[in-house]
């Protein structure tokens, strides 16, 4: 076969990259499954809904209506990351815009559309994994302190060259949403909200929010982490934020892949929705979480503040922990479905943790408890956090989460009342239906122009 044979036009380059990228989501489980339109139903427009009243935290005060204000120049449909970043941009700075994600959009790719791997980012840098090894081995570096010098300024220069493609930043006033059909999702990007106020993100699916780089750090822990770097959604000093009908996953490239160097596991993914720095007024509903280890941090620090977040009919299967960790604010958990049973190599170490005085109130959410695992495993905490609630079913029996966690730990005991009342819980719902409802309504894929519910 001759070179120019191995040639594509640009046409059929962009429909391999795109083909590339839904098989992606196919073997994750993320691609969207739109349901079937009954005749005569009337079109709902998606691109500018807003949140209900009463709809958890993102609710109060002048509630979040992202882009609905957008004029026909800030109303972008998009189906590369280049035209996702540019329509992102567009001026003028708080203009209201709304941005519609068509199929699926490959995050690590140039502006041509080229694909780019791990590679490609450290070209140039000096940065080479065996070379980083060899100079930071504990036998020779030690464990008392963070990698410096030439392997590691190279490492931080390939990883900025990977954030510069594949973190996204969303301005207010915004709303990303997937268009009905598409398979919309974007994959390997990172969204982050940052010092934003109004922004709405729905019917997207993110799949292999993957760190080409993670920095090792002997002093995180008695044996050392290797941490990674990228969200796939990442919402920092921002308010009134609205995260609905989404479906996020490793998928293709589980955990179980990732190597082990200085004996600890090559961790190349981070968070899966991060709500930190003084975040307030969050809502976060019927999305799926599933094949990830730390899903849900709460919280960047002890030092946090405010923290107003509300975690509705959500599923979580899959998860290891953080479901979510919560530190310092006001957190409202309810009718979310847990399945605790291992999948793709990810198995339940906990689901919620209250921690650093946060509030946590979980009302009438249901695990699914896998057989090797019990109701005092359900939650954690360094002995500060609070979980109050009622109404919650583990295996179809009302279970005291909070009392069964406190009677097989002699210390680091959660307390059992807060000091808040939850007032804005649209949807709430006896938990006994929520295993059979979220199978159908959760995730990316299921909004569409039949009715746009959320459930």
Same mark, same amino acid.
């Given at each position: 076969?001759?070179?120019?044979?191995?040639?594509?036009?640009?046409?059929?380059?962009?429909?391999?990259?795109?083909?590339?990228?839904?098989?992606?989501?196919?073997?994750?489980?993320?691609?969207?499954?739109?349901?079937?339109?009954?005749?005569?139903?009337?079109?709902?427009?998606?691109?500018?809904?807003?949140?209900?009243?009463?709809?958890?935290?993102?609710?109060?005060?002048?509630?979040?209506?992202?882009?609905?204000?957008?004029?026909?120049?800030?109303?972008?449909?998009?189906?590369?990351?280049?035209?996702?970043?540019?329509?992102?941009?567009?001026?003028?700075?708080?203009?209201?815009?709304?941005?519609?994600?068509?199929?699926?959009?490959?995050?690590?790719?140039?502006?041509?559309?080229?694909?780019?791997?791990?590679?490609?980012?450290?070209?140039?840098?000096?940065?080479?994994?065996?070379?980083?090894?060899?100079?930071?081995?504990?036998?020779?570096?030690?464990?008392?302190?963070?990698?410096?010098?030439?392997?590691?300024?190279?490492?931080?220069?390939?990883?900025?060259?990977?954030?510069?493609?594949?973190?996204?930043?969303?301005?207010?006033?915004?709303?990303?949403?997937?268009?009905?059909?598409?398979?919309?999702?974007?994959?390997?990007?990172?969204?982050?909200?940052?010092?934003?106020?109004?922004?709405?993100?729905?019917?997207?699916?993110?799949?292999?929010?993957?760190?080409?780089?993670?920095?090792?750090?002997?002093?995180?822990?008695?044996?050392?982490?290797?941490?990674?770097?990228?969200?796939?959604?990442?919402?920092?000093?921002?308010?009134?934020?609205?995260?609905?009908?989404?479906?996020?996953?490793?998928?293709?490239?589980?955990?179980?892949?990732?190597?082990?160097?200085?004996?600890?596991?090559?961790?190349?993914?981070?968070?899966?929705?991060?709500?930190?720095?003084?975040?307030?007024?969050?809502?976060?509903?019927?999305?799926?979480?599933?094949?990830?280890?730390?899903?849900?941090?709460?919280?960047?620090?002890?030092?946090?503040?405010?923290?107003?977040?509300?975690?509705?009919?959500?599923?979580?299967?899959?998860?290891?922990?953080?479901?979510?960790?919560?530190?310092?604010?006001?957190?409202?958990?309810?009718?979310?479905?847990?399945?605790?049973?291992?999948?793709?190599?990810?198995?339940?170490?906990?689901?919620?943790?209250?921690?650093?005085?946060?509030?946590?109130?979980?009302?009438?959410?249901?695990?699914?408890?896998?057989?090797?695992?019990? +109701? #005092?495993? *359900?939650?954690?905490?360094?002995?500060?956090? =609070?979980? &109050? @609630?009622?109404? $919650?079913? /583990?295996? %179809?029996?009302?279970?005291?989460?909070?009392?069964?966690?406190?009677?097989?730990?002699?210390?680091?005991?959660?307390?059992?009342?807060?000091?808040?009342?939850?007032?804005?819980?649209?949807?709430?719902?006896? +938990? #006994?239906? *929520?295993?059979?409802?979220?199978?159908?309504? =959760?995730? &990316? @894929?299921?909004? $569409?122009? /039949?009715? %746009?519910?959320?459930?």
């Amino acid at each position: 076969m001759s070179a120019s044979s191995h040639r594509r036009s640009p046409a059929r380059k962009r429909r391999v990259l795109i083909g590339a990228a839904t098989a992606s989501l196919v073997a994750a489980g993320l691609a969207a499954v739109p349901l079937t339109m009954s005749a005569g139903a009337a079109a709902v427009d998606l691109a500018h809904a807003v949140l209900p009243a009463n709809d958890g935290w993102a609710s109060s005060g002048t509630g979040t209506t992202g882009g609905r204000d957008a004029d026909v120049a800030h109303t972008f449909t998009v189906s590369t990351r280049a035209e996702l970043a540019k329509a992102l941009g567009a001026g003028p700075a708080g203009a209201p815009r709304i941005v519609q994600i068509k199929g699926a959009i490959d995050a690590n790719t140039d502006d041509s559309g080229k694909p780019l791997d791990c590679a490609d980012y450290a070209a140039g840098t000096g940065y080479s994994l065996n070379a980083y090894l060899k100079a930071y081995d504990p036998a020779t570096w030690g464990r008392s302190k963070l990698p410096s010098g030439a392997q590691e300024s190279a490492r931080a220069a390939a990883q900025a060259r990977q954030a510069a493609r594949v973190v996204l930043s969303v301005p207010s006033k915004t709303t990303i949403v997937g268009v009905p059909g598409t398979g919309a999702a974007i994959v390997g990007g990172s969204l982050q909200v940052s010092n934003a106020d109004n922004v709405i993100i729905r019917n997207l699916g993110f799949s292999d929010t993957r760190d080409c780089f993670p920095q090792w750090d002997p002093t995180d822990g008695s044996t050392g982490n290797w941490n990674s770097q990228y969200d796939a959604v990442s919402v920092r000093r921002s308010t009134h934020v609205w995260a609905d009908h989404n479906t996020f996953g490793d998928g293709p490239h589980y955990d179980s892949s990732n190597p082990t160097y200085f004996g600890r596991e090559y961790q190349v993914h981070d968070g899966a929705l991060d709500i930190t720095n003084a975040s307030d007024l969050v809502t976060v509903e019927y999305n799926r979480f599933t094949n990830h280890d730390k899903t849900m941090l709460i919280g960047s620090s002890d030092k946090d503040t405010k923290l107003r977040v509300t975690l509705h009919h959500n599923v979580f299967q899959g998860i290891v922990q953080r479901a979510p960790l919560a530190r310092v604010g006001q957190i409202h958990l309810y009718d979310n479905y847990y399945d605790t049973a291992t999948l793709n190599g990810y198995a339940h170490s906990y689901s919620i943790n209250s921690r650093a005085h946060a509030q946590v109130v979980a009302q009438n959410n249901y695990w699914a408890l896998s057989s090797n695992r019990k +109701a #005092s495993q *359900l939650l954690s905490g360094d002995g500060t956090g =609070a979980v &109050a @609630g009622s109404g $919650n079913l /583990v295996n %179809g029996t009302a279970t005291d989460l909070v009392a069964a966690y406190n009677a097989e730990h002699s210390s680091k005991k959660i307390a059992t009342t807060v000091n808040w009342a939850p007032k804005l819980n649209a949807g709430l719902e006896p +938990a #006994s239906g *929520l295993p059979a409802k979220l199978a159908k309504t =959760a995730g &990316a @894929g299921v909004l $569409n122009s /039949v009715g %746009g519910s959320t459930g």
